[in-house]
């Protein structure tokens, strides 16, 4: 039986009607006659409204994926093709050509499941953004063990007062107490401090399925900022947040459990002059270099697997075991009258009756 093992969701943005998720180069777009198409490294689908964004849902399987059941939202197209990732990333394709975010995997051929919803709504036309959806299951031909690399996603990160958060989904994510230090954190919630808030900074989530590497550059860049910090997640998804922004749930998909968390900043130290001399050119935000400057500054959170802090926290968890001297002697004080506290330590003069009358 086939595992589901990440996921994630997207805003995604179509240009001339046409939706472009590439792994590599994606060359020119091939002829589309039905709803979507492929080449050796990219898919295509042919949108039914060519609106601001569609929400398409990334899925990544250890095998084929079951059929939907029937309680759910069947889709009303679906198409199997395959695609090479020779480089692990997936992105998409968007205005000026710009990558915004994207889905990583280990490199490799995959089977890719394409399910559509809510194009025939979409199609009528009307203000129906964002309903028109997709979904992207993958699963591989083979699988190459040499990477422990589960799984990665990469966003745009909406900040707002200077700070970003993620934390888990459905955790009680107390609120970090704030320091002068570019990061605060919890046991299930870390906020971030960019240098900069516009152009937005990037955020990458990676799951290894043990120790990552040592290599941690970035485009060849090394961590100007890092730490490791102990991470839970109770119910199995890790979401966005901004201040001005709100929340966006599930960014992605992390078994529950406790994790190793290895955080690292990269570019902070460029990015004031690179936004300063935006703002001196009026560059505004939509415009194709405003847009390049996106995800300069970026963070990533590397997850892998804890089994020990698991243990630590269940036991520190653990009611503490009552000792039955103490509570023979307080057995015997409240037969006599006695006034005495139902847990803890008992007053020393008690105690030595109790021993002097037995």
């Known amino acids: 039986m086939s595992t589901r093992i990440s996921s994630t969701w997207h805003s995604a943005w179509s240009r001339e009607s046409m939706l472009e998720i590439t792994a590599g180069d994606a060359g020119a777009v091939p002829p589309v006659s039905g709803w979507v198409a492929a080449t050796g490294q990219a898919i295509f689908i042919r949108v039914a409204q060519d609106v601001t964004e569609q929400i398409l849902h990334f899925e990544l399987w250890d095998g084929e994926p079951p059929p939907p059941s029937p309680d759910d939202h069947l889709p009303e197209t679906e198409e199997t093709l395959t695609i090479e990732i020779p480089t692990g990333s997936l992105a998409f394709t968007g205005q000026h050509r710009l990558v915004r975010n994207g889905f990583t995997v280990r490199p490799g051929r995959y089977h890719a499941r394409i399910a559509g919803r809510h194009r025939e709504l979409a199609a009528r036309g009307g203000n129906f953004t964002g309903r028109e959806s997709y979904n992207v299951q993958l699963w591989p031909e083979s699988v190459d063990n040499t990477s422990g690399l589960v799984a990665a996603t990469q966003r745009v990160a909406m900040t707002g007062y200077g700070v970003f ?134 963070y990533v959170a590397r997850f892998w697997p804890d089994h020990e802090a698991g243990r630590r926290h269940a036991a520190e968890e653990r009611p503490p075991e009552r000792d039955e001297h103490l509570e023979a002697i307080r057995a015997w004080a409240k037969e006599r009258g006695m006034r005495v506290n139902d847990s803890g330590p008992l007053p020393a003069a008690i105690v030595a009756m109790y021993d002097a009358a037995n």
Not at 207 to 235: C, H, M, Y
Not at 257 to 279: A, C, F, N, Q, T
């Open 165 to 298: 958060a993620f934390s888990d989904d459905e955790g009680d994510f107390a609120e970090p107490e704030v320091s002068g230090g570019w990061f605060s954190a919890t046991r299930s919630g870390v906020e971030i401090r960019p240098m900069c808030e516009l152009p937005e900074p990037g955020m990458r989530f990676e799951l290894w399925s043990d120790v990552p590497p040592a290599d941690v550059t970035d485009a060849g860049d090394e961590p100007e900022v890092q730490t490791r910090l102990s991470f839970q997640v109770t119910q199995g998804t890790i979401g966005m947040e901004g201040i001005a922004t709100g929340v966006e749930p599930g960014v992605f998909e992390l078994p529950p459990g406790w994790y190793h968390l290895h955080l690292l900043g990269y570019r902070r130290s460029v990015m004031p002059d690179i936004e300063k001399d935006l703002y001196a050119r009026n560059i505004a935000p939509g415009d194709e270099e405003w847009e390049r400057a996106e995800g300069i500054e970026r």
